[in-house]
């Protein structure tokens, strides 16, 4: 099952993520309100971490004497989210207002792709390392299977062995399970703006955005008015919006053998496309569209009182279904029911089916809050209430208070708690049973002549009267259950305008906590949790008012300004008490052809002796193009003038996609029945908590012309470097790649020294700097080689606010030394089951292929702002462009590397 493509998963934590992040935003700390936004200029950046529990799977397990029996376990690697979220106020003028978010999620996991009864068997339950039974995240089921069912047509399980016959028995048992599939990690990136004119009791907004992911892109705009009268004691907000999506799924040889998407491919519909040179893989197309509208009403009762109350509406047109979701039907072939098993009176033929979901959905809904100041005890209580409904048949109830306490000394402590409630959609089954065999046709050219069933057949036992010929899913979005939560953010504000927040909230989905009862069964039951912390800065209280012993001539502020962006541990901060706060974003690319240190290399050279090494068996695939991105905050506070330390935590995203080398052994990969293709078809992402570097700066010369500075410094390892692949066809996926985990996994040493100079318009400055890993290996089993790097630049004040400057930089990293821990993959002997040795898809898999010797020149602008709220902000950009490059072994080229910053002081 193509999982890492996993659209249901993809939308689901969507879905949890950004109804916790509203939820957070409703707090005074968070406050985003269009209505109540405060009005100074603002950045913020905030991490989030979501993680599912473990939920509980069934399946059937063999016995030594020939019997089956049901077992239920927990099942691993469930879904875990690392988001990063950033977003920025700024005022143009006194009346236009510029504001923008960028939100980036990467996650992966294992996840529900449809429901079935225990005893089809769809989960494949193994045995792990430690002995104990778990469950197998990808789809035991492939094509057809038979299943068992009573003369009722309810499902039966194996009860054991007839003790007259020795034949398995049965009993009928409707438990239920989900059925489990393993997503790899995948990265979903979206920003959006919004541009507003204010006058003296109105504004009007345009704002648009684009969300990005690697089978489904959404691009979106909208516009919105506010209007207060009443002396602003009332306000009314008006927004319409418009979005158009398109999901783009592929739907490889993993998944064909599970779902069947006959019903997209035999009534007219074009969305379905076999793609070239990929045998038994198909790509899913569609679009859809939503228009929504939203009218607000909020009014002031009292000084300590304020109300609210809102009405929505959307419209979704088009493909509104999950590519990856299906529904498992029996289809019963009346006519071949002989030689059954003592408890069993028909034997089906088992398939999932695509989910098919109406392509139109109406929706509407109706909310209210109510915000009390309690004067007593400095403290307000929120209330929220909204409810919704579908033309699909979901009702839904959403009751939320919260509690705003200030502790005092700048601190505020805001528990709150949320139920939702929903009705299941009309069309929502478990699972589907029908009389009739599954009798596909297809022409002489293999095409499908019309479905192989009739659908106004389909039942579901639960709901016999229900019609299921048209539409059918069992996303467990869709079923009726109640959701409870609870959490607490604490939020700390310091002097000037800098505030730091943490949150964390628990929540629980059960059917049983449906309101009114008659929720899905206590298979759909789980839970997570999400923390966060976000560091929030009020440009306007920062704003830099330098007064006349502080023109921007002292050597730190000057030679601070004229530093290249890629220029790390470049300045302390001039002053004792002083503090910075810094986002410094870089990226790299490479794509083009495989070199071998400085040589261009041809395929059959990069199979034949690019991948050597303990039971290598050649290469397979190689780097197309790579992609870094990296996302770090600088916070700087100096206790004297001669120390600054330094906090830089990390965010970080990888993608790689790969193609096939000629001349490969094709012959193992036909071994691994298909492995590789999903590496060729799929690109390989990663994302989440780099490495948290820990900084002391200290000043050794200053003579406001010249200054020398050395830095120590610490990387703690918490990045991951145990990243690993999904499984496909119960093959583990292995570990993925070397330079794709997210840290280093040792405690590493920074050191740096730093020399800069200014002198009128003119600076220069240069800087050695390396990184030493302190530990033998890390907890994967290996540790990536040291570096060393030395740099030189010089700039010019261009402007008294522009300044640009020209840099070499030469860098040496040494291999990766070990490697990680077993093996990072299997392939099977031609038996298909025998282990033969482990494998490795290309040079990027193999520890001598990294590091070496680069030359690079680097072409930089920095800007201070010169005056108005934003003076004193610092922001520049850099690129770097190779000169010469020398590998250790056989890489891809590089292309480049940007670095941007900015920057305030306080």
Known sequence: MKANKHQEQKKTVKSALESLTAAALILPGLLQQPALAAEDDEVDFQYSHYQEGKREISGITYNLDGSQSVSTVKSFNPIEVEGLHGSAKISL????????????????????????????????????????TIVGASPYLVGTGNTYLDQNLNPVSPSGLDPQSGEPSYTTDNQLTHVMSYASPETRKQGDFKLTYEWDEAALSLGGGISLEDDYES????????????????SVNLDLSYTNSETNAVLDHDAGGYLYPVNYSTQGFDQINNLENEPFTSRLQGTRQDWATHLGLSHVLSKDAVISGDIGYTRSTGYLSNPYKGVNTVFIDPDNQCCLSAGVAYRGSLYALMEQRPEIRNQWNLGGRFVQYIQP??????FDYRFSADDWGIQAHAFEADWVQPVGHGWTITPRVRYYSQDAADFYTPWLVTM???????????????????????RNLAKPSADYSSYFSSDHRLSGYGALSGGVTVSKQFAKGVSVETGFEYYTHQGSLKMGGGGEGKYGDFDYWVANAALKVNLSALSFKPGPEATGHEHGEHSHHALPAGVMFG??????????????????????????????????????????????????????????HMHMLDIMYAPTDWLTLMLMPQFMDMSMSMRS???????????LNGHLGHHLQNSHETGGIGDLGMFALVKLFDDNMQHVHVTLGLSAPTGDVDMKMRRNHQ?????????????????DLKPSLTYTGILGQWAWGAQVNGTVRMEGQNESGYRLGDLFQSTAWGGYHLLPWLNASIRGVYTVQTAVHGQFNGIEGQFFAEDGFTPTSSIKFGPMDYPQNYGGRFWDIGFGLNVTIPSGDLEGNQI????????????????????????ATWSVAF
């Open 377 to 382: 005890l400095d403290a307000a209580l929120h």
């Open 219 to 234: 691009r979106f705009g909208n516009i919105g008015g506010r209007w207060d009268f009443n002396q602003k004691q009332t």
């Open 661 to 671: 080398l000629s001349g490969s052994p094709g012959g193992l990969d036909h071994s």
């Open 731 to 747: 093959i583990d996926g292995g570990f993925i790649h070397y330079g794709m985990q997210l840290g280093s996994g040792t405690w």
């Open 93 to 132: 003028t006194d009346r236009f207002k510029f504001a923008f978010n960028y939100i980036q999620d990467t996650w992966g996991g294992a996840t529900p792709i449809s429901t079935a009864p225990v005893g089809f068997n769809v989960n494949s339950l193994l045995t792990g390392p430690d002995g104990q």
């Open 571 to 628: 300045h302390l901060l001039p002053k004792a008490l002083q503090m910075m706060v810094g986002y410094r974003y870089q990226y790299a690319s490479q794509s083009g052809p495989m070199l071998n240190g400085t040589d261009l290399v041809m395929d059959q050279t990069i199979v034949s002796q690019g991948c050597t090494g303990a039971r290598s068996v050649g290469c397979f695939a190689a780097p197309s193009n790579m992609a870094m």
């Open 436 to 458: 009739q065999p599954y009798n596909q046709q297809v022409d002489a050219n293999g095409n499908n002549l019309g479905l192989p069933y009739d659908s106004s057949k389909f």
């Open 876 to 899: 520049g950009v850099e690129w770097l462009q190779p000169v010469h490059t020398d590998f250790n072994g056989y890489q891809l080229d590089r292309d480049g590397a940007l670095a």
